[in-house]
């Protein structure tokens, strides 16, 4: 926490408004820029968006934007008519406090789908948290905790960069736990940055490093109604960003979505295992991110890693329905340095250590290589379990 | 039991050969047609296939098939040419004992993926099984549990009806448990009928039947290397059946198929609930299929169901993001009987009297109503729980 870079101009508070009944629980997020920053999203594919997403939808990208206002313990999705109004609310909630247009705030909520917000609690929660924003790494943390819902942490990922000769900050947090697409997730992610940034750069940036990030994630292939990445570039930091620095930005910003993909997946609800699954050698990148889905989504994969059963035909069988073309011959597997399957044969191979490397690594890697092209794709996705069963047999009731 | 029909001029044997370490257990079933029989198959959709899969393609359909041997407790799935040469030496095996040609004999297996199969016990177990076919309810009884895998219970579905003035019976058997598609499943069924059918007729009723149940079950959406539907048609019971007798024929044989397919979602791999999910009013059939596929897919909503919480957002957006175009308010969304969602709008129920519908009901309904068509699907999953899990995360180790 003591080395997190904050992005100059951007101030943050986190605090529990009512939305949850724990009065211990942050549940409301707030975050400034201190002047009008470029912004940019990536949303959920879902047809069914939630409420905050249709706002921010409507609003990105922006030129001039203030503000994110963020609530957890309720998506404020499936709400119709009504949500809408409470998410565009929310905005002018904070926007008066501010002193700006309710159109330069964005707003996001997660949670359970389908219950209306408790407004008088969220309104007087957004009033409470500006007085109470500042620019230090524990206004971060309150913000990063406030936006959580089962996740067990919080996920934060920070780097500063030299471009142009001047110092540039990204900061990033994020959210996960379950309902994880890919194709985002009932994942919040926010970069923040005092780089100097068109909207129209951050949009490229944010989509393609989505791509390779949050949209390489699975934790149970359920996409979600309220994914939404943000990306805030307020130009406190210099002049504005092209050729080479743009490009290293972009590079850094990846990295940012990238740590904050993976910690998702390991902090997935009930994980014990985060599985990285490295594919190569389809005809495109696309085709290997389907076979890498493809594995990441089947509850046999799951639970095979978290009983340390290397159940490798799971593994193989799930690739062969995710609609790519091979022949078996052209498929060779490894688990951690394990071969198990060469050019469509079985391998021998040592059950019982294979067995102790699953049950003894937090980080399991899965290899499949193709010899079909140059396509790749590295996933990322995290055992089932009986906790992932238990958390959500009873979330709502 | 003592109300089956047995096609007449099918007799079965089912026994212990040795793949499975419990003597007690059978894993090896033949059944024999006394004539030659009209035979059609349906398959895995999965680019991975089971050897036995490939030598059932190969010889099918069949104008003059003998029998079908049948082994559990071992896929024979990505054992490359060995296992292909496997199974090719089965249906020699039993060939030779019944005096027929070895292209007249189809096989099945199920079981563990990626382990070559102890020939000399399935060689010994097939020329065993021989004498002991029979043509009564107990011997159809051992067959029907000699392929069981993690079943709990037999599957057996059988028909009578009298077609053209004669007297004609579908017996129908079935196993299914986990690694269920749809596209078929680690499932095989089976249809025998003392009916006389084309091969060419036999296909088109196999492809249409499965279409309507085997293709709507899911238990975790894992699409098997092994799925295979057999139908077999003896003539038996008198002259080929055409026009509306023909008709008959296939209603009963989609009611065999329905019930076996039921029976296997319903005793999926521990599997607490049957849920019944009706959709109706998207733009085609196959529309329908799809949204009803992704629902009985969420491992959110099945963990729900477990839990008996009516945490409906969760099959809202799981709606939301099968790929159907639709809007929040073409949908309208029942539990039982309760009224959930209506138009894009969230109705208020008394979640106390939900959640004790979906603890004291066996067999739970979800009904998807949309505004869009006249297309519809009816498709069956199970509830997702720690024996799920258990089973799973200890299957081959």
């Known amino acids: 926490m003591s080395d997190w870079h904050i992005a100059r101009g951007f101030r943050f508070a986190g605090l529990h408004c009512g939305i949850r009944p724990d009065p211990n629980r942050r549940d ?25 997403v249709r706002v921010c939808q409507e609003r990105l990208p922006a030129a001039d934007l203030r503000g994110v206002v963020i609530c957890s313990g309720n998506a404020n999705a499936c709400t119709g008519q009504r949500g809408l109004d409470d998410a565009r609310h929310m905005t002018a909630v904070a926007a008066e406090a501010l002193g700006c247009r309710a159109e330069q705030v964005l707003v996001c909520s ?25 620019a230090d ?119 940012v979505c990238g ?12 994980a014990t295992h985060l599985i990285r699954i490295e594919v190569k050698g389809l005809r495109t990148d696309e085709e290997a991110r389907r076979v890498a889905r493809a594995v990441a989504d089947s509850a046999l994969v799951k639970t095979a890693i978290f009983g340390a059963d290397p159940n490798w035909g799971r593994i193989v069988s799930a690739v062969g329905y995710c609609g790519v073309e091979f022949e078996e011959e052209h498929l060779s597997l490894w688990l951690g340095d394990f071969p198990l399957y060469e050019s469509g044969t079985p391998q021998a191979f040592d059950s ?9 690594t937090r980080d399991i890697s ?32």
Do not use: W
Request: proline share 4%.
């Open 28 to 52: 409301l997020a707030l975050m400034v820029s201190d002047v009008p920053a470029a912004a940019a999203g990536v949303f959920t594919q879902n047809r069914v968006r939630a409420a905050p």
């Open 110 to 134: 997660t949670g359970v789908i389908g219950r209306h917000l408790p407004m008088p609690q969220v309104e007087s929660g957004i009033r409470a948290a500006v007085p109470q924003l500042t």
């Open 137 to 255: 790494t524990a206004a971060l943390d309150a913000a990063a905790r406030a936006i959580l819902t089962t996740d067990t942490r919080i996920k934060v990922s920070t780097q500063l960069l030299t471009l142009d000769g001047a110092e540039v900050r990204l900061t990033g947090f994020a959210k996960g736990a379950a309902m994880i697409g890919p194709n985002m997730a009932t994942m919040l992610a926010f970069v923040l940055t005092d780089a100097a940034v068109s909207p129209a750069g951050l949009v490229d940036i944010a989509r393609r490093a989505a791509a390779q990030t949050f949209n390489c994630v699975s934790v149970e292939g359920h996409t979600s109604t309220n994914d939404t990445l943000l990306v805030l570039a307020n130009g406190s930091a210099g002049q504005p960003l092209k050729g080479r620095s743009l490009t290293q930005f972009e590079e850094a910003a990846t990295v």
């Open 259 to 270: 740590d904050l993909a993976r910690a998702i997946a390991a902090d997935a609800e009930g």
């Open 352 to 360: 019982a250590a294979a067995s102790a490397y699953l049950k003894n």
């Open 366 to 397: 899965m290899r499949l290589r193709f010899t079909l092209g140059p396509g790749r794709c590295t996933f990322y996705t995290c055992d089932l379990g009986y906790e992932y069963v238990r958390l959500n047999a009873d979330y709502t009731t």
